[in-house]
């Protein structure tokens, strides 16, 4: 738990526990401590720079030596007994009782957790705090609420670049869902309504399309063949994917080595040597190289079948000639209700970030931008933590839904097929899928493409997309 108090004017002192903040000493009888006047409203909002944020409130200041702003990463309670008592990163502001407003440096905001290029968003209450030397009384304000940070203002030069990420879900029957090649129509029809020069898909796998348990061989379609075949028909055969071979030799257990980079040739053309097959063999479904993907570290004990890959490429501008590095992930999916357990998952997507990470700076050594779009498998209001999401922004990455202009960035990009999405009752949506770059700071656009009923969406996740400018 962090806390910080503030002086007037608005600034902040060292952090102090807070549980030192509200101890409370027994007074004698005829002492008793007043509460705190009423508070009767309270609010906050982006700003007025990046990565700040100011809270507002107004309050009688009635038998009040201090505010107290308490702001967490995940929900936490506020009358609801199934939360914590704190939010994840419980983070603790303290503002002398003649305030009615305060502003967070980028720096008070990023020590909760929410740096500017996180995109996070904090949780926070409120409460009034009335100490004398015979105890501490409190007024809290009954409402848990939340603010989104102000994003970093992008560059206004630079070369435009869209990238999308689109985890566009296996062709593996599975009940409930409609089959591949019924959806692979509204998958293509979704990637052209939005031109994208990049797409990083995932659960694009080397299958076969229709589902069925034999490998594919010969004519018999797969997934990405499916996906390339009907881009074309509808218009969109100027996109082709880096890699579209097995990553490993046929019988090699390996998971659905599903992600993918697509990319606009006529915009675009591959600037790294990524080969499509290890012999001199024609192209067959038989073809493999591990060329250009990352192997992510599984658990020990895990199945040769959980193993995955990341993919990537080094793509240039054909108008401009500026290079940039693209990566595609997905990491590890699984979750569990037992708080150790899910922490082991999150840890291990972290160490999935990090590895793919760490390969990326070891070949980049011409310092050039990096994009990776991809399904990070966790989100922000996961009590067991946003590990893989924190390595990321460690490691130099910023959030794309960090833009200036937001499009349902309150709805989770992940759909399950609903025909109705609504905002969650947090407030925040889950962002699983992440569009996030190195060596451009900011992004001038960021999409959650969706409509809020559609019983008949191509995916369970939606098709999320980025602007930015590379310098």
């Known amino acids: 738990m962090r806390s910080a108090t503030f002086a007037v004017p608005a600034t902040v002192s060292a952090l102090v526990a807070a549980t030192a903040l509200l101890t409370t000493a027994a007074p004698p009888a005829q002492a008793a401590v007043s509460t705190p006047g009423p508070i009767s409203a309270v609010s906050a909002k982006p700003g007025p720079y990046a990565g700040q944020v100011t809270f507002s409130w107004t309050a009688t200041g009635a038998n009040t030596t201090s505010f107290v702003i308490e702001t967490g990463l995940t929900t936490f309670k506020v009358g609801d007994p199934t939360l914590p008592d704190h939010?994840?990163?419980?983070?603790?502001?303290?503002?002398?009782?003649?305030?009615?407003?305060?502003?967070?440096?980028?720096?008070?905001?990023?020590?909760?957790?929410?740096?500017?290029?996180?995109?996070?968003?904090?949780?926070?209450?409120f409460k009034a705090v009335h100490t004398t030397a015979y105890g501490t009384a409190v007024r809290a304000w009954p409402s848990l609420q939340n603010v989104p940070v102000k994003p970093a203002t992008p560059a206004?030069?630079?070369?435009?670049?869209?990238?999308?990420?689109?985890?566009?879900?296996?062709?593996?029957?599975?009940?409930?869902?409609?089959?591949?090649?019924?959806?692979?129509?509204?998958?293509?029809?979704t990637i052209l309504s939005r031109n994208p020069g990049v797409v990083g898909l995932q659960e694009l796998g080397i299958g076969r399309a229709d589902g069925g348990s034999t490998p594919a061989m010969g004519t018999?379609?797969?997934?990405?063949?499916?996906?390339?075949?009907?881009?074309?028909?509808?218009?969109?055969?100027?996109?082709?994917?880096?890699?579209?071979?097995?990553?490993?030799?046929?019988?090699?257990?390996?998971?659905?080595?599903?992600?993918?980079?697509l990319y606009d040739t006529t915009r675009y053309r591959l600037a790294s040597a990524c080969p499509e097959r290890s012999d001199s063999l024609p192209l067959s479904d038989n073809s493999w190289s591990?060329?250009?993907?990352?192997?992510?570290?599984?658990?020990?004990?895990?199945?040769?079948?959980?193993?995955?890959?990341?993919?990537?490429?080094v793509l240039a501008d054909?108008?401009?000639?500026?290079?940039?590095?693209?990566?595609?992930?997905?990491?590890?999916?699984?979750?569990?209700?037992?708080?150790?357990?899910?922490?082991?998952?999150?840890?291990?997507?972290?160490?999935?970030?990090?590895?793919?990470?760490?390969?990326?700076?070891?070949?980049?050594?011409?310092?050039?931008p990096v994009v990776l779009a991809g399904d990070l498998n966790t989100y922000q209001n996961n009590q067991g933590g946003y590990d893989a999401h924190d390595a990321l922004i460690a490691g130099g990455y910023?959030?794309?839904?960090?833009?200036?202009?937001?499009?349902?960035?309150?709805?989770?990009?992940?759909?399950h097929f609903y025909c109705t999405l609504a905002v969650p009752g947090s407030g925040w949506g889950s962002r699983l899928d992440v569009v996030a770059v190195k060596g451009v700071r900011g992004a001038p656009r960021w999409e959650n493409v969706m409509t809020t009923t559609d019983c008949a969406r191509p995916s369970d996740h939606n098709l999320v997309v980025a602007d930015l400018r590379l310098p």
């Open 87 to 125: 939010g994840r990163r419980a983070t603790y502001f303290t503002v002398p009782g003649n305030r009615r407003s305060v502003t967070l440096s980028a720096a008070q905001v990023a020590s909760a957790g929410a740096p500017v290029g996180s995109a996070n968003h904090l949780y926070y209450r």
């Open 156 to 189: 206004g030069g630079g070369v435009g670049l869209r990238v999308a990420t689109y985890n566009v879900h296996t062709a593996t029957p599975s009940a409930g869902v409609r089959p591949w090649l019924t959806r692979v129509p509204g998958v293509a029809k």
């Open 220 to 261: 018999t379609l797969t997934q990405i063949r499916s996906l390339l075949d009907t881009l074309r028909a509808q218009g969109g055969g100027r996109y082709q994917l880096v890699r579209s071979t097995r990553f490993v030799a046929p019988g090699t257990p390996e998971a659905i080595q599903g992600a993918r980079i």
């Open 290 to 313: 591990s060329s250009c993907t990352v192997l992510l570290p599984t658990l020990a004990g895990d199945s040769a079948w959980t193993k995955r890959r990341a993919s990537y490429a």
């Open 318 to 368: 054909r108008a401009s000639g500026r290079s940039f590095y693209v990566v595609a992930a997905h990491l590890d999916q699984r979750h569990s209700t037992t708080p150790s357990v899910e922490r082991t998952y999150e840890q291990l997507r972290a160490t999935q970030v990090r590895t793919v990470l760490a390969r990326i700076d070891q070949l980049n050594t011409g310092k050039l």
């Open 398 to 415: 910023y959030d794309t839904a960090a833009a200036t202009t937001q499009v349902n960035v309150r709805f989770t990009t992940m759909n």
